[in-house]
């Protein structure tokens, strides 16, 4: 089924240091997952995707981790910048067909 | 290249009056999705559309709300005597053919008085 809104889970770690983030995911016939950023005010951006045949993937300071033993999903970023300060979805899809959104994690960044 | 395009960024309705939400997909891209997102929630699925059709509406209110992606001219949903529930941040992607991945515009924050 899909996730239920509650209040949103928050990250705080210092600049420089890695930031993971973690997903549980629903549906077990999902072949595509989604790390997305959204800022204040803004839409979702598109940060990194993993297919269910794969582990891991890298991309610029972005990893993705994706255990379907457990049907778990993490984010990771390497030296986290105060840009990166925003709430992170993660989302899965089976087919061309909807997303189904994880609850959300604010990552905080400070100095 | 221009990316998902939304507007009007903000809209205040009276309840009662109807809402126009407009969607103009990446170039290049015929798949057109919807969703709602109440604050401090993620976004829910409200119906997908590709040119002239509805693929799956299952995430839509069974009343006051259609959408449509006519063959010219952007995707429009539209929500007919909104009430304060309607209130809420909706969101447009796009996805081109056969592609998963779905790109998001800036959203149209609906606000019913």
């Known amino acids: 089924g899909e996730s239920v809104g509650l209040h949103l889970p928050t990250l705080s770690v210092q600049e420089g240091d890695n930031s993971i983030i973690n997903c549980a995911y629903s549906n077990s016939a999902s072949d595509y997952f989604i790390w997305y950023k959204q800022e204040s005010g803004k839409g979702p951006q598109f940060i990194i995707d993993i297919r269910s045949n794969m582990d891991k993937r890298q991309g610029q300071r972005v990893t993705v981790l994706l255990n379907k033993t457990v049907k778990h999903l993490s984010l990771q970023i390497a030296a986290t910048q105060p840009g990166d300060s925003a709430v992170y979805f993660c989302a899965e899809n089976k087919g061309t067909d909807k997303l189904i959104f994880g609850t959300g994690t604010r990552l905080q960044v400070f100095p | 290249n221009a990316g998902v395009m939304q507007n009007p960024r903000h809209l205040v309705r009276r309840r009662g009056q109807e809402a126009r939400l407009r969607c103009s997909p990446m170039?290049?891209?015929?798949?057109v999705y919807w969703y709602r997102q109440l604050p401090e929630e993620g976004l829910k699925f409200m119906v997908y559309l590709q040119k002239e059709n509805i693929i799956d509406e299952s995430g839509m209110p069974k009343e006051r709300f259609s959408a449509e992606f006519p063959k010219e001219g952007p995707s429009i949903l539209r929500i007919q005597q909104v009430v304060r529930g309607d209130s809420a941040a909706y969101f447009c992607a796009s996805s081109p053919p056969g592609g998963q991945t779905q790109y998001f515009g800036p959203g149209t924050r609906l606000l019913v008085l």
């Open positions: 170039k290049g891209h015929s798949h």
